[in-house]
């Protein structure tokens, strides 16, 4: 197996992080993955907020978690009223990805930029997480500019980044490779 698909293969959804912050260097080659994600039309319609503020980070899962209380799905409202939960894990950076309200293609677009965000962690032996609970904090939009989001544009996700414990190793959970693809020639 080459590099690239080792790395693919390695990347695992982490949620658990050691508090130590990740090196600005590995910050940057990770947002520059991002950023050359393929769009639809080449729109690059995404923005990313990078915090690494705790109290922020925090308070945006505090908020989200206060949005999860009032949906209807009991499973949804119980994960909002967990103390001990917070969405991003605690994570040391999080990036709040959204992407402009008038893209063409905006989910497939924000989605590569985030797979080649965890992809380029992986490679830096950084742990990171999809956070789709991040956007109910953002249900609000006047709340965007908490963080530095542009108007016009829209939160969609956020990603985790962090150093996972040395002891968590975790498993890939099962994939149906069987019954999820054909070739037919
Ligand atoms: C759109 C999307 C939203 C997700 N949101 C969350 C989330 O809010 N919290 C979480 O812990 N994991 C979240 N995940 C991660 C998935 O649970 C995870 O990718 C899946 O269980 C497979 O595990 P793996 O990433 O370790 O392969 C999300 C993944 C995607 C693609």
């Not at 639809?40 to 923005?47: E, T």
């Not at 956020?158 to 150093?163: H, I, Q, R």
Request: hydrophobic residues 40%; proline residues 8%.
């Amino acid at each position: 197996m080459n590099e690239v698909l080792e790395t693919i293969a390695k990347r695992r959804s982490i949620r658990k992080f050691e508090p130590t912050q990740i090196p600005d260097a590995d910050l940057q080659a990770i947002i520059k993955s991002g950023l050359q994600a393929p769009s639809g039309h080449n729109d690059q319609s995404w923005f990313f907020s990078v915090i690494q503020d705790p109290k922020l980070i925090k308070e945006l899962s505090d908020g989200s978690k206060l949005e999860m209380q009032k949906m209807p799905d009991p499973w949804m409202a119980d994960m909002g009223k967990n103390e001990k939960l917070n969405i991003y894990y605690s994570a040391p950076t999080i990036i709040i990805v959204a992407a402009r309200e008038d893209a063409i293609t905006p989910l497939p677009d924000v989605s590569a930029a985030i797979q080649n965000i965890m992809l380029a962690a992986t490679s830096l032996n950084i742990g990171s997480c999809w956070i789709g609970f991040a956007r109910f904090f953002f249900n609000a939009p006047e709340r965007n500019a908490l963080v530095g989001i542009p108007e016009g544009y829209e939160v969609h996700y956020a990603v985790s980044l962090g150093y996972a414990p040395e002891k968590l190793k975790p498993n890939a959970p099962a994939r149906k490779y069987e019954s999820y693809y054909k070739i037919i020639k």
